[in-house]
Nanobody
Framework: QVLLVESGGGLVQPGGSLRLTCVAS????????VGWFRQAPGKEREGISC????????YYVDSVKGRFTISRDNAKNTMYLQMNSLKPEDTAVYYC??????????????WGQGTQVTVYS
């Protein structure tokens, strides 16, 4: 059974940091590009960062550039999203996913169940 399980979400004040972790089971991540998506209340789900299968290239949406860092550890079948300088507008449910060639919802093969991130003042 293919599973992606996120953890690390929570409540944080503006300017704070969180690290999201996504562990894969039932398959190996090392042949897949992977990414992080988020969905804020009343908004569509969006791809915010993706990384190639080797980890050699990464994409970030403009709104998180310079603040978020995506990484992966293929030996641990795990991917991460380090989020710094968090803002209230980062509040959303965050999902990890495997993607096919582009960091977009339509290109997702497998979804995690999501983890809530709330940035409050």
């Amino acid at each position: 059974q293919v599973l992606l399980v996120e953890s690390g979400g929570g409540l944080v004040q503006p300017g704070g940091s969180l690290r999201l972790t996504c562990v894969a089971s039932g398959f190996t991540l090392d042949h897949h590009a992977v990414g992080w998506f988020r969905q804020a209340p009343g908004k569509e789900r969006e791809g915010i960062s993706c990384i190639s299968s080797s980890g050699g290239s990464a994409y970030y949406v403009d709104s998180v550039k310079g603040r978020f860092t995506i990484s992966r550890d293929n030996a641990k079948n795990t991917m991460y999203l380090q989020m710094n300088s968090l803002k209230p507008e980062d509040t959303a449910v965050y999902y990890c996913a495997t993607v096919d060639n582009v960091c977009a919802v339509v290109a997702v093969d497998h979804w995690g169940q999501g983890t809530q991130v709330t940035v409050y003042s």
